[in-house]
């Protein structure tokens, strides 16, 4: 692959590890994934200190990942946003790579299906314009007007 | 989607993130996907300490994602494992987020292709088994073996 001169911080990976760069930050995602919405739900399951947590989610708020919304009984909720639900594909692929290279001796942690057929889903892969996997030696860079000099 | 009780070391995404969950690290596995192998050229393009450099090139040695190798100078050389290459959807999948959602104001910046037509790679998505795209919410979770109480 050709190699260019941008440097860490123009960079798409870069800023998208500015978002979720953290572990903290990638296990509250993962539990807004699974639909858990109230703080103290988020903080029992985690396991994680309250001020930790309330900074996790303002700031995951501020990045318009989460949207905070005040529930029924006057408590808030935070849901993930569109943006938000746009970094599933980044969570899978996550989950697919540490199940297979890190992985319980007993066999499969989460088993993501689709809901309607409760078929596994397909492994994450790149895959070409035609739809086929690509091996990422067969993937190539072009820079584009945000890297030109 | 169902919850589920498990905690956040028994996760596939947080055994993940115990590999790549560090921003240095993230930009070397890029420059290795790129065809960076010398200590040198890591370290000039990231503008990376040496001390933090070699920390973070052992680490990733050390889990199997990066080979060291002598190069024909007797220089340490590294290159990316097969393990190593399977991480290299989620950096694609973080990198079509950030150039979506935190972009350019010039417009992309590295734009992947497949090299054998030039055409632009398909943006990363999770599939059915049938190969149509989900959207998170048709997304279902069963445990397997290793989550099981």
Redesign the interface.
């Known amino acids: 692959?050709?190699?260019?001169?941008?440097?860490?911080w123009?960079?798409?990976?870069?800023?998208?590890?500015?978002?979720?760069?953290?572990?903290w930050t990638?296990?509250i995602l993962?539990d807004a994934?699974?639909?858990?919405t109230r703080f103290e739900h988020f903080r029992k399951?985690?396991?994680i200190a309250r001020n930790i947590l309330a900074t996790r989610l303002k700031q995951l708020a501020d990045e318009g990942v989460l949207a905070r919304a005040v529930g029924e009984n006057g408590r808030p909720e935070y849901r993930?946003t569109d943006?938000g639900?746009?970094?599933?594909?980044?969570?899978?692929?996550?989950?697919?790579?540490?199940?297979?290279?890190?992985?319980?001796?007993?066999?499969?942690?989460?088993?993501?299906?689709?809901?309607?057929?409760?078929?596994?889903?397909?492994r994450?892969?790149?895959?070409?314009?035609?739809?086929e996997r690509?091996?990422?030696?067969?993937?190539?860079?072009?820079?584009?007007?945000?890297?030109?000099a």
């Open positions: 692959m050709q190699l260019t001169s941008f440097d860490q123009n960079c798409s990976l870069a800023q998208t590890m500015n978002v979720i760069g953290e572990r990638v296990l993962r994934f699974f639909g858990v399951r985690l396991g993930l943006k639900y746009e970094l599933v594909p980044i969570l899978i692929a996550m989950a697919h790579w540490g199940d297979k290279h890190k992985p319980n001796p007993k066999g499969a942690r989460a088993i993501f299906v689709d809901r309607k057929t409760g078929k596994r889903i397909q994450m892969a790149v895959r070409s314009a035609e739809g690509l091996h990422p030696k067969e993937i190539g860079m072009k820079r584009g007007p945000g890297l030109s």
